[in-house]
C-alpha cells in the first residue's frame, strides 16, 4: 500500500528563517509526486509536480527537489503570508489499472512569524 | 479562466437526513474526483469520473455514498442517512488528463459537512 510521510507535523518560523518540509514515501512505479498548499477553509492549490529523481523545480521562495525515497520543499527566507499547510500526495503506476489516484499525506503546518 | 467551484459551503444535517453536495469543475476538464478531508488529515479518493463515466468509486466509504456525472460536467455526490462519521470536508478536483499529459488536479474550495 502506498505510504506518504510528511514531517514535521507542525513548523513555526521567523520571517527570513529558511528551512525545509520533507515528504518520505514508498510506492512502487512512481508516477508523480506532487506538492500543494492549503490555507485555512479553502481547497488545496497546485504547487509543483516532480517526476523523476534529481529534479527540481522553484515558484517564488518555494523549491521542490526530489530523491527516489522522499521529496524537500525548501522554503527561502519565508515570509508570513506563506503561512499555509503543505501537502504532499504521490501517483503511481496500478498495473492492469489506471493511474489517476493521488495519494496525500497529512501535511505539514507552517506558520511564519513576522 | 473560472476554477473549480462547490456548493453549498457549509452544510450542517441532523442524523438520518440525506444530503447533496454539487461539483462545477473547470470547463473542458475531463477527469472529475472526489475526496474527503477529516481534520488535521490530508484528502482521501472517494471516487473518479471520466467524462460521464464513473470508473472508480473504491473510496466511497458505505453504500450510503453516491455519486454521478451525468452530462460529463457538474457531479454531485449525494450521501443518505447522513451518520456523525460522515461529518468532513468534501472536495472536488478536476483536470485535463487524458486529454493531455497534464496530470495536475484542481480543487474547489470544498463542502463542510457537519452532522449533529
Known amino acids: 500500500e502506498d505510504q506518504v510521510t510528511q514531517s514535521p507535523e507542525a513548523l513555526r518560523l521567523q520571517e527570513g528563517e529558511s528551512s525545509s518540509l520533507n515528504c518520505s514515501y514508498t510506492?512502487?512505479?512512481?508516477?508523480?509526486l506532487f506538492w500543494y498548499r492549503q490555507d485555512p477553509g479553502k481547497g488545496p492549490e497546485f504547487l509543483f509536480t516532480?517526476?523523476?529523481a534529481g529534479e527540481e523545480k522553484e515558484k517564488e521562495r518555494l523549491k521542490a527537489t526530489l530523491t527516489k525515497k522522499e521529496s524537500f520543499l525548501h522554503i527561502t527566507a519565508p515570509k508570513p503570508e506563506d503561512s499555509a499547510t503543505y501537502l504532499c500526495?504521490?501517483?503511481?503506476?496500478?498495473?492492469?489499472?489506471?493511474?489517476?489516484?493521488?495519494?496525500f499525506g497529512k501535511g505539514t503546518l507552517l506558520t511564519v512569524n513576522p | 479562466g473560472a476554477g473549480v467551484s462547490q456548493s453549498p459551503r457549509y452544510k450542517v444535517a441532523k442524523r438520518g437526513q440525506d444530503v447533496a453536495l454539487r461539483c462545477d469543475p473547470i470547463s473542458g476538464h475531463v477527469s472529475l474526483f472526489w475526496y474527503q478531508q477529516a481534520l488535521g488529515q490530508g484528502p482521501e479518493f472517494l471516487t473518479y469520473f471520466q467524462n460521464e463515466a464513473q470508473l472508480d468509486k473504491s473510496g466511497l466509504p458505505s453504500d450510503r455514498f453516491f455519486a454521478e456525472r451525468p452530462e460529463g460536467s457538474v457531479s454531485t455526490l449525494k450521501i443518505q442517512r447522513t451518520q456523525q462519521e460522515d461529518s468532513a470536508v468534501y472536495l472536488c478536483?478536476?483536470?485535463?488528463?487524458?486529454?493531455?499529459?497534464?496530470?495536475?488536479?484542481?480543487f474547489g474550495p470544498g463542502t463542510r459537512l457537519t452532522v449533529t
Open positions: 500526495a504521490v501517483r503511481r503506476v496500478i498495473s492492469g489499472g489506471s493511474n489517476y489516484k493521488l495519494t
Open positions: 510506492v512502487s512505479g512512481l508516477r508523480g
Open positions: 516532480l517526476y523523476s
Open positions: 478536483a478536476s483536470s485535463s488528463w487524458p486529454s493531455d499529459t497534464s496530470y495536475e488536479q484542481y
